[in-house]
T-cell receptor
Framework: AQSVTQPDIHITVSEGASLELRCNYSYGATPYLFWYVQSPGQGLQLLLKYFSGDTLVQGIKGFEAEFKRSQSSFNLRKPSVHWSDAAEYFCAVKGNQGAQKLVFGQGTRLTINP | EPEVTQTPSHQVTQMGQEVILRCVPI?????FYWYRQILGQKVEFLVS????????KSEIFDDQFSVERPDGSNFTLKIRSTKLEDSAMYFC???????????FGQGTRLTVV
């Protein structure tokens, strides 16, 4: 069965510092991979996705993520965070053989110190 | 930019009552989904819907739940007899096809008292 692990429940970084949020997945083949962000009171917004090809993908708001097949990881990074990046971040996977459902990690809450 | 819209944003209902959560998916999308997030837990898949029928559902989606696309634009989730444990944020999502990303609505917070 597919599963997603986000090892860090809560991360605090200072504004302007770099950020890396970890995501590991368990799946029989290479799935489709996603990062979503949920700001307080908002829905889930897609940050970026990986389907195939270049393993470093760029997303919105200056985020990027790197797919590493050997580590079954899809970590999210940003070189310099802004106070507006404070939110909950969810990694998700979906099978690439016609499966329709997304399987989510438990989320990482990001707090930004001024 | 097209978006998925959900109504209401918050609904309070008494245990045992029926509730209907409403969603308007993005207009050219063909796949529709419901997910839920119980407070403090993961976002969980409930059901997917394509071509006017359920295409995949989870164990959570039992006989108390049903989905419908009553017209060309709305997609609804009905819970027939709500339980306290149905209290959660319910998200609707849609995608162009099964191999593209899903776009989510803002969610409906359901509180069962």
């Amino acid at each position: 069965a597919q599963s997603v692990t986000q090892p860090d429940i809560h991360i605090t970084v200072s504004e302007g510092a770099s950020l890396e949020l970890r995501c590991n997945y368990s799946y029989g083949a290479t799935p489709y991979l996603f990062w979503y962000v949920q700001s307080p009171g908002q829905g889930l917004q897609l940050l970026l996705k990986y389907f195939s090809g270049d393993t470093l993908v760029q997303g919105i708001k200056g985020f990027e993520a790197e797919f590493k097949r050997s580590q079954s990881s899809f970590n999210l990074r940003k070189p310099s965070v802004h106070w507006s990046d404070a939110a909950e971040y969810f990694c998700a996977v979906k099978g690439n053989q016609g499966a329709q459902k997304l399987v989510f990690g438990q989320g990482t809450r990001l707090t930004i110190n001024p | 930019e097209p978006e998925v819209t959900q109504t209401p944003s918050h609904q309070v209902t008494q245990m045992g009552q029926e509730v209907i959560l409403r969603c308007v998916p993005i207009s050219n999308h063909l796949y529709f989904y419901w997910y839920r997030q119980i407070l403090g837990q993961k976002v969980e898949f409930l059901v997917s819907f394509y071509n006017n029928e359920i295409s995949e559902k989870s164990e959570i989606f039992d006989d108390q739940f049903s989905v419908e696309r009553p017209d060309g634009s709305n997609f609804t989730l009905k819970i027939r007899s709500t339980k306290l444990e149905d209290s959660a944020m319910y998200f609707c999502a849609s995608s162009e096809d099964m191999n593209t990303e899903a776009f989510f609505g803002q969610g409906t917070r359901l509180t069962v008292v």
